[in-house]
T-cell receptor, first 109, second 116 residues
Framework: SQQGEEDPQALSIQEGENATMNCSYKTSINNLQWYRQNSGRGLVHLILIRSNEREKHSGRLRVTLDTSKKSSSLLITASRAADTASYFCATESNYQLIWGAGTKLIIKP | NAGVTQTPKFQVLKTGQSMTLQCAQDMNHEYMSWYRQDPGMGLRLIHYSVGAGITDQGEVPNGYNVSRSTTEDFPLRLLSAAPSQTSVYFC???????????????FGPGTRLTVL
C-alpha cells in the first residue's frame, strides 16, 4: 500500500498562477521529499524537508510540513509552461521511501 | 560524472524467461534502490541496499533478486518473468544521512520492460 496520497490527482492552471498540491501520509517519518517527473522519465528531486522542520523554500518552490496532521504541501509560484509535469511526494522511514500516486500538473499558456 | 546509468532502456521478454537489469552509479553513494512504476501510479520499492554486501526487501520484492557486490553496481534479477512484471523500472542512489536513512535520490532514466 502507498504511504503518501497526493491531492488533487490532476491540476490545470494558467501560466503565471500559483499551483498548490498536497500530500498526506499515515505513519511517522524521518523526512518527506518532493520530486518532479516529466513524461515517464526519471524523477528529479525538488526539496527534502525533515520531520523537525515546518517550512522550506527553494526558488519558486515552498514546502510545508505538519507532522501533527501528517500532511505536506508543495506550492509553485508564478508557474511556467516548463512546470508541466507529475509531482510526487515520498516519505522516508526505516531506510525506505514510500511514494504517493502523484499530482499531474498542466500549465496552460 | 555519468550519474546513475541503467541498461537496457527497453526489453521484451516471454513469460518464464529470466533477465538482469543493470544499474550503476559513479557518485560513491552508499544507498541504492530499485522501483517499479505502473501507469498512473507512484513508485513502489522492490529492494534496497545500504552498502556493499547488504540488501533488504521493499514493498514488492516477490519475483525479484538483487545483489550488491560493489558500491557502484546494483543489478536486479527477474527470476521467471510474468506479465504482471510489465512495468517501468527505475534505479536510484543517494548518500545516507548522518543519522541514517537515504537522502536526496538520484534516478536513472529507467528500463521499460514488457513481458508477453
Amino acid at each position: 500500500s502507498q504511504q503518501g496520497e497526493e491531492d488533487p490527482q490532476a491540476l490545470s492552471i494558467q501560466e503565471g498562477e500559483n499551483a498548490t498540491m498536497n500530500c498526506s501520509y499515515k505513519t511517522s517519518i524521518n523526512n518527506l521529499q518532493w520530486y518532479r517527473q516529466n513524461s515517464g522519465r526519471g524523477l528529479v528531486h525538488l526539496i527534502l524537508i525533515r520531520s523537525n522542520e515546518r517550512e522550506k523554500h527553494s526558488g519558486r518552490l515552498r514546502v510545508t510540513l505538519d507532522t501533527s496532521k501528517k500532511s505536506s504541501s508543495l506550492l509553485i509560484t508564478a508557474s511556467r509552461a516548463a512546470d508541466t509535469a507529475s509531482y510526487f511526494c515520498a516519505t522516508e522511514s526505516n531506510y525506505q521511501l514510500i511514494w504517493g500516486a502523484g499530482t499531474k500538473l498542466i500549465i496552460k499558456p | 560524472n555519468a550519474g546513475v546509468t541503467q541498461t537496457p532502456k527497453f526489453q521484451v521478454l516471454k513469460t518464464g524467461q529470466s533477465m538482469t537489469l543493470q544499474c550503476a552509479q559513479d557518485m560513491n553513494h552508499e544507498y541504492m534502490s530499485w522501483y517499479r512504476q505502473d501507469p498512473g501510479m507512484g513508485l513502489r520499492l522492490i529492494h534496497y541496499s545500504v552498502g556493499a554486501g547488504i540488501t533488504d526487501q521493499g514493498e514488492v520484492p516477490n519475483g525479484y533478486n538483487v545483489s550488491r557486490s560493489t558500491t557502484e553496481d546494483f543489478p536486479l534479477r527477474l527470476l521467471s518473468a510474468a506479465p504482471s512484471q510489465t512495468s517501468v523500472y527505475f534505479c536510484a542512489s543517494s548518500y545516507l544521512r548522518t543519522l541514517g536513512g537515504p537522502d536526496e535520490q538520484f534516478f536513472g532514466p529507467g528500463t521499460r520492460l514488457t513481458v508477453l
